[in-house]
C-alpha cells in the first residue's frame, strides 16, 4: 500500500519545453489535488480533481494543464516551462471532496532553467 | 475570501520550553481547521484537526472562533518536534488553503 506515488522525484527543464508529473494514489479516493510549494509562499493548489471525471481551477493554474486519467491518476502538464515554475510540486488526494484531510505524495522538485 | 496567517516563519526553542505555533484564519462561513507537519525529508502528513480535539504527539490545538485562530501548543518540546508546520482550512468549496508555514527549530 504505496499511499500517494508521485513521478519523477527530481526533474530539470530548459525555458519552453513540456513535461508532465504523474500521481497515483492506490487509496481508492475521489478526490485529487496538485499543489505548489514555494519558500516563503506555502503550498498553493494548482488545480483539483473532485472526483474522476472533473477537474477544477485552484489559486494559481496559470502555465498548467491536468488530467484525471482515471480515479487512480491525475497528472500535471506543463506545456511551455518557466523559470517561474521552479517549485516542489505535490500530489494529494481525499477520501471525498469536501475533508480537510489529505495525504500527500514525496513530493517533486522542478527546475526551469 | 479565505486565508490563513503563520505570522512566524521560523521559531526556535530551547527542549522543554513551551511552544506556541500562531494561527489565525479569514473565513465567514464555518471553519474546518488542520494542522499539518512536515519533517526533514518526509512528506507532508495530518497532525491533528479541530473536529477530533485530540492530542497528537502532546500537540493540542484549540479553536477560537471569536479570535479566529487555531494555535498549535506543547508544553514541553522535543527535538524530535523540530520540523515544518502548517495551518490549514478546508470550506465547503471543496479546496483546503494552507499557511506559509512555520518552521519549529527545537534547541537541544
Known amino acids: 500500500n504505496a499511499g500517494v506515488t508521485q513521478t519523477p522525484k527530481f526533474q530539470v527543464l530548459k525555458t519552453g519545453q513540456s513535461m508532465t508529473l504523474q500521481c497515483a494514489q492506490d487509496?481508492?479516493?475521489?478526490?485529487m489535488y496538485w499543489y505548489r510549494q514555494d519558500p516563503g509562499m506555502g503550498l498553493r493548489l494548482i488545480y483539483y480533481?473532485?472526483?474522476?471525471?472533473?477537474?477544477d481551477k485552484g489559486e494559481v493554474p496559470n502555465g498548467y494543464n491536468v488530467s484525471r486519467l482515471n480515479k487512480r491518476e491525475f497528472s500535471l502538464r506543463l506545456e511551455s516551462a518557466a523559470p517561474s515554475q521552479t517549485s516542489v510540486y505535490f500530489c494529494?488526494?481525499?477520501?471525498?471532496?469536501?475533508?480537510?484531510?489529505?495525504?500527500f505524495g514525496e513530493g517533486s522538485r522542478l527546475t526551469v532553467l | 475570501a479565505q486565508r490563513v496567517t503563520q505570522p512566524e516563519k521560523l521559531l526556535s526553542v530551547f527542549k522543554g520550553a513551551p511552544v506556541e505555533l500562531k494561527c489565525n484564519y479569514s473565513y465567514s462561513g464555518s471553519p474546518e481547521l488542520f494542522w499539518y507537519v512536515q519533517y526533514s525529508r518526509q512528506r507532508l502528513q495530518l497532525l491533528l484537526r479541530h473536529i477530533s480535539r485530540e492530542s497528537i504527539k502532546g500537540f493540542t490545538a484549540d479553536l477560537n472562533k471569536g479570535e479566529t485562530s487555531f494555535h498549535l501548543k506543547k508544553p514541553f518540546a522535543q527535538e524530535e518536534d523540530s520540523a515544518m508546520y502548517y495551518c490549514a482550512l478546508n470550506t465547503r468549496y471543496q479546496k483546503v488553503t494552507f499557511g506559509i508555514g512555520t518552521k519549529l527549530q527545537v534547541i537541544p
Open positions: 487509496m481508492n479516493h475521489n478526490s
Open positions: 494529494a488526494s481525499s477520501e471525498v471532496a469536501d475533508t480537510g484531510e489529505l495525504f
Open positions: 480533481s473532485a472526483s474522476e471525471g472533473t477537474t
